[in-house]
């Protein structure tokens, strides 16, 4: 019987295995098919729809008439049958024209043989050049930090070309496919720095090595770039370090002369306890805290909430209740009909469980004049103190155009109700808040384009009367590329100089 039950079971994986290498073959041949004007228009006219009957805050940054013209305007241009690539980059920059961060197309690519998937994932590299952090000055890309194997590409080498490709051409190409929150750029900035090689990729495949033309000080070299292979596992904290502490998402280190000012760098917000990061500071004694949220793209509230409990002494409104366009809105998901059918297995499995949860999220939705507020259940929108390891001195915040979404909430009410002093760049998330909460996927029925974008409007309880501007710095320092080079970080030398300050000043 064992042997029987293991012969259908090896059967039905080589099955799962020969449809899932067709499907992929056939998606990759259909993939550059042109698709009929006609049917991109009712792409357009669907999507269209969607957004102005979920969109919370649609008309804040574009008008009513001017977001209607330009969609209307781009139906007319649509002639010709077009590429799912080429309808992107003629839908994308109208998504983008509402300025809202969240509300993006994402970019059509060709699915990945499991193989190639295998070897992405084992090591975290999308390209053989993904090892490289860089950032573009004066439309030149530089390389700002070498994670890679190859120890002969320094610090401060210009990027030319890549496989004959300009770095600048796709900085060209995919600028105006994405939008920041309102009118600032240094979120576009910052995206366009962490995802130059994710462009690569788009536009050249899968490659395990590449031909790149560098300059290294006035030296034009050209490199063969293979992918490693090789997993590199790193230790977490550095021998004898015993006061770091470190989580997947949160790195805690403490410096300055007498190594008591705590240093908290948090990648992003899916941490939900950070009792033991204030449990090591209280211990240390801490005269100050260094929040850095650079680069942290947001994550879930929960975790803002829980972050900010600790940093107060006194309780405070975090949120406004959450805006959306209905009673009904935070209803919408993936229609049935578009779900894998794993999918549907799964849905009409858990579809008691889905009710409740629909039917809790109806009652939570409360109408005032004219307005529709959605009040979560799970937590109130006031943040008491915790008792137990509460900081109480002084609190500085390093933000810069990466800080986006959830990390703005928090910085607008650290901000909002003078808790702390903001040292480095404009973040790229909007003061006043963001429409993000919930954010379904929606898949247009002919070009097979994803699209997302929030349906919440959720506003910290700070807010400014500066229209359509991030968090601005007390104290603004953007680094240069010399800093990069010499690998000086001066958003923390300003604050360790003016703690020092402080101290002599006591």
């Given amino acids: 019987m064992q042997y029987f039950n293991n012969k259908y079971l090896l059967l039905f994986v080589t099955i799962l295995f020969l449809v899932s290498c067709n499907s992929i073959r056939r998606y ?97 590299l999308l390209t053989p050049m993904s090892d490289l952090e860089v950032e573009f000055y004066n439309q030149k890309l530089y390389v700002v930090k070498n994670k890679s194997v190859d120890s002969s590409i320094q610090i401060g080498t210009e990027i030319i070309s890549v496989d004959s490709v300009k770095p600048i051409t796709l900085f060209d190409k995919y600028y105006n496919t994405f939008a920041s929150d309102g009118l600032n750029t240094t979120f576009k900035k910052s995206m366009l720095n962490e995802n130059i090689f994710a462009y690569y990729f788009v536009d050249q495949g899968y490659k395990d090595s590449v031909k790149v033309k560098l300059n290294d000080k006035g030296d034009t070299l050209i490199k063969m770039i293979k992918r490693n292979t090789n997993k590199v596992s790193k230790s977490p904290n550095k021998p004898g370090d015993r006061k770091n502490l470190d989580t997947k998402n949160c790195h805690l280190s403490f410096v300055g002369k007498d190594s008591n000012i705590a240093l908290l760098k948090i990648d992003d917000f899916m941490s939900f306890s950070y009792e033991r990061f204030f449990r090591k500071i209280d211990s240390v004694k801490s005269s100050k805290l260094i929040i850095d949220l650079r680069g942290n793209p947001g994550g879930a ?121 903001f040292v480095g760049e404009e973040t790229g998330g909007e003061y006043n808040g963001t429409c993000a909460g919930q954010m379904p996927t929606f898949i247009l029925p002919y070009s097979k384009l994803k699209i997302n974008f929030g349906i919440m409007y959720i506003k910290a309880s700070c807010s400014t009367d500066v229209y359509g501007h991030g968090i601005m710095p007390d104290i603004e320092i953007i680094p240069t590329l010399e800093d990069r080079i010499h690998q000086h970080d001066p958003e923390l030398e300003w604050i360790l100089k003016d703690s020092k300050n402080q101290k002599q000043l006591d």
């Fill in 28 to 124: 990759n041949e259909k993939f550059d098919e042109k698709i009929a004007p006609e049917k991109l228009q009712k792409d357009v006219t669907y999507i269209h729809k969607k957004l102005t009957k979920l969109h919370p805050q649609l008309y804040y940054y574009i008008s009513k008439k001017d977001f209607d013209f330009k969609f209307d305007s781009l139906k007319k241009t649509i002639q010709e049958p077009l590429t799912r690539k080429e309808f992107f980059f003629k839908l994308s920059p109208i998504i983008a024209s509402i300025k809202q961060g969240h509300a993006s197309v994402n970019v059509p690519i060709k699915r990945l043989t499991k193989d190639k998937k295998k070897v992405i994932n084992s090591t975290n």
């Fill in 301 to 421: 509230a929960f975790s803002c909430r829980k972050l900010f409990s600790y940093l107060i002494d006194t309780s405070y409104y975090f949120f406004n209740p959450y805006e959306v366009t209905s009673r009904t809105s935070l209803l919408q998901t993936r229609r049935f009909r578009e779900k894998k059918m794993i999918g549907k297995l799964f849905h009409l499995a858990f579809l008691p469980i889905t009710i409740l949860r629909y039917g809790i999220r109806l009652s939570a939705v409360k109408k005032k004049e004219d307005r529709y507020f959605y009040i979560p259940i799970l937590y109130d929108l006031k943040v008491t103190p915790k008792k137990k390891y509460n900081f109480k001195n002084k609190i500085y915040v390093i933000t810069n155009g990466g800080t986006f979404s959830s990390s703005c909430i928090l910085s607008s009410n650290l901000k909002g109700y003078k808790l702390a002093t």
